[in-house]
Each structure stands twice: as structure tokens, then as C-alpha cells.
């Protein structure tokens, strides 16, 4: 069973930046493909940005050139990086492991992000 664990949330003025992490047990972190996702109150979940085991990257409209998503192999660990926040920003944010060889996916708890002045 994989653990994913996020950790860099909190609360940042408008303009702010955050660097969330999330952090995978097991040794075969390097063949999945990590999303992080977003869910704000009233909203379905909404996917914000993905990186895929050969590093390509894909990311929502709303924060292209705001947001950038990376990975650490070594680390077992995915990031994003949020800059130029925005109240609408506002969200807990979820990560997500997909495995493609077991076809498994794996989700953390979450962590808030509140954007507010």
C-alpha cells in the first residue's frame, strides 16, 4: 500500500507563493505518474497539474505560467511550486499516484491553501 503525505500548506496573501510536497512510501516511485489536484467548497475536484514518469509535464489553464510541477526520484517526492496566488487559488489540494503497471491509484489527505488578505 503506497502513503502519500502533503505537507506546505497554509495561508498566503494575494500575490504569495507556496511550495507544496508530497512525499510517497515505496520503492517504486519513479514509474508513477503524479497529479495534484484541487477541491474548493461547493467544487468538484479539479485537476491543477500532472507530471508523468518520463517528466512530462501538463497543467490547467487557470495556473499555467503560476504554478510549476516537479518531481524528486530520490526523494520520493512530486512539488508545486504556486506563485502569483489568487483568492480563487483557495483550496485543499490533494496529491495523487497513479501506477500504471498495477493500474492503482493512490491519493493523500490533502492540504489546505487559503489566499486571502
Known amino acids: 500500500q503506497v502513503q502519500l503525505v502533503e505537507s506546505g500548506g497554509g495561508l498566503v496573501q494575494p500575490g504569495g507563493s507556496l511550495r507544496l510536497s508530497c512525499e510517497a512510501s515505496?520503492?517504486?516511485?519513479?514509474?508513477?505518474?503524479m497529479f495534484w489536484y484541487r477541491q474548493s467548497p461547493g467544487n468538484e475536484r479539479e485537476l491543477v497539474a500532472v507530471i508523468d514518469s518520463s517528466g512530462s509535464i501538463n497543467y490547467v489553464d487557470s495556473v499555467k505560467g503560476r504554478f510549476t510541477i516537479s518531481r524528486d526520484n530520490a526523494k520520493n517526492t512530486v512539488y508545486l511550486q504556486m506563485n502569483s496566488l489568487k483568492p480563487e487559488d483557495t483550496a485543499v489540494y490533494y496529491c495523487?499516484?497513479?501506477?500504471?503497471?498495477?493500474?492503482?491509484?493512490?491519493w493523500g489527505k490533502g492540504t489546505l491553501v487559503t489566499v486571502s488578505s
Open positions: 515505496g520503492s517504486i516511485f519513479s514509474i508513477y505518474n
Open positions: 495523487n499516484a497513479v501506477d500504471p503497471l498495477r493500474l492503482k491509484d493512490y
